[in-house]
């Protein structure tokens, strides 16, 4: 194989891994908007007017339909594919706070009070008397924009941070950071509908300041729906995340921390975030860690073992390897915490207890033991050497015979 040439499986690869990651309420959202445009795209389906959310059609014909259909239908690829890339990184976190059917909820409790609030700014101004505005009963606003403007407010106040970046260029106080968005989506961009933008915020500031309390239920609510055999099948899945395990208040909780950064979208620079799941190029010759795969490891057909094994590491199990102690701890630096059934968490060590002499058979066979004690070794220090290289013979007679250098 040529040297640094990135693999034809690497994208594809981070791609699917960067998939897998999203939640599964978050990956309907993009699953759902995304069929229908293609849809729409294959049959050329352009009558927005039937669905898009019209003040005029609802006040007049009553079509509250037109709260739900305006959020999943976009009008061009770039509008789409925008509105998804922001959902994710912020739809993805509180639902991994909420659970994948309160986030239902609460984004069906969103889309509501944002149609409410533009229907109700609306007819105020299509009604003032001294300056009346009629054109804003007959704007017909559609995508998913409005609700991602109230997840932004709420995932602002649950970060708890004091400042937040615009697009990795400059940092505002978190508590303008919506209303910069919505100035500078305005100003930057064409066809932008003011006021679904501004009710998603005002949304988004009613749910944080609890004015929506009475009308979130409690954790029993979500368990019943849960435990529906309705939704057996989607609970089952794996990106599927259990009310049950999150916060039991009916409301979103906050961070004690003041200074959390956050994984939106719009809070670093836009282009680490769009690239961080793309393949890149090797350019250090040291292996790293994968957490997936914690331990330590050799290149197959390599004629020199990687492992660097800690001095100090080697005294401390060497010198303690009387028969007394056959019970101690060895801390293997994994960077992984292992869990009960869980993934694991970073940046914490592992403490493994050994296993007894008479039941390493699994791990260690008598065969290798003696073949290194035919060497000269003691057995205790061998046994001992053996469970410090994972079993790896090449490694625990290095171990061995540095030991015994140092001795002479």
């Given amino acids: 194989m040529r040297p640094n040439i990135v693999s034809e499986a690497g994208l594809s690869t981070r791609a699917n891994q960067w998939w897998e990651s999203i939640p599964f309420f978050t990956s309907a959202v993009v699953i759902v908007c995304g069929t229908i445009y293609l849809i729409c795209l294959l ?4 009558s927005f007017y039937e669905i898009c959310f ?5 006040i007049s014909r009553f079509q509250v339909y037109r709260f739900y259909t305006s959020i999943v239908f976009h009008g061009s690829l770039l509008h789409v594919l925008f509105n998804m890339l922001a959902l994710v990184p912020l739809g993805s976190e509180l639902e991994r706070i909420m659970g994948s059917v309160r986030m239902f909820y609460i984004t069906i409790l969103l889309a509501t009070s944002n149609a409410i609030l533009h ?4 007819l105020l101004v299509a009604h003032i008397p001294f300056y009346r505005l009629q054109n804003v009963m007959d704007e017909c606003a ?4 409005g609700v991602i403007f109230s997840l932004i407010v709420i995932e602002t106040s649950l970060s708890g941070a004091q400042s937040r970046s615009v697009f990795g260029l400059f940092n505002i106080p978190a508590k303008w950071y919506p209303l910069i968005l919505l100035v500078l989506f305005q100003v930057l961009m064409t066809n932008v509908s003011l006021l679904g933008h501004l009710c998603g915020i005002l949304s988004g500031f009613a749910y944080t300041y609890g004015f929506f309390n009475l009308l979130m239920p409690g954790t029993s609510f979500y368990s019943a729906i849960e435990s529906s055999s309705l939704l057996s099948t989607c609970i089952r899945r794996p990106k599927f995340i259990l ?4 916060n039991p208040s009916g409301y979103i909780p906050t961070y004690s921390g003041q200074n959390t950064s956050s994984s939106g979208l719009f809070s670093g620079n836009i282009w680490s975030n769009l690239s961080s799941w793309m393949p890149q190029r090797e350019t250090s010759s040291q292996p790293t860690q994968d957490s997936r795969f914690p331990g330590r490891g050799r290149t197959l057909s390599s004629s020199q073992s990687p492992v660097h094994v800690d001095s100090n590491l080697q005294a401390r199990l060497l010198d303690n390897s009387s028969p007394e102690n056959r019970s101690h701890m060895i801390v293997t630096e994994t960077g992984d915490r292992l869990s009960d059934e869980r993934q694991p968490a970073l940046g914490t060590a592992v403490a493994v207890d050994r296993v007894p002499a008479g039941q390493q058979g699994a791990v260690v066979s008598d065969e290798e ?3 290194l004690v035919s060497m000269g070794f003691d057995k205790t220090q061998v046994e001992v050497a053996l469970a410090a290289a994972d079993g790896d013979l090449n490694v625990a007679v290095e171990i061995l015979s540095q030991q015994v250098h140092s001795r002479g």
């Fill in 142 to 145: 559609i995508g998913f924009s």
């Fill in 119 to 122: 229907l109700l700014i609306a």
């Fill in 54 to 58: 019209l003040p005029s059609a609802v």
């Fill in 243 to 246: 009310c049950t395990g999150g």
């Fill in 369 to 371: 033991i003696q073949k």
């Fill in 43 to 46: 049959f050329g389906y352009d």
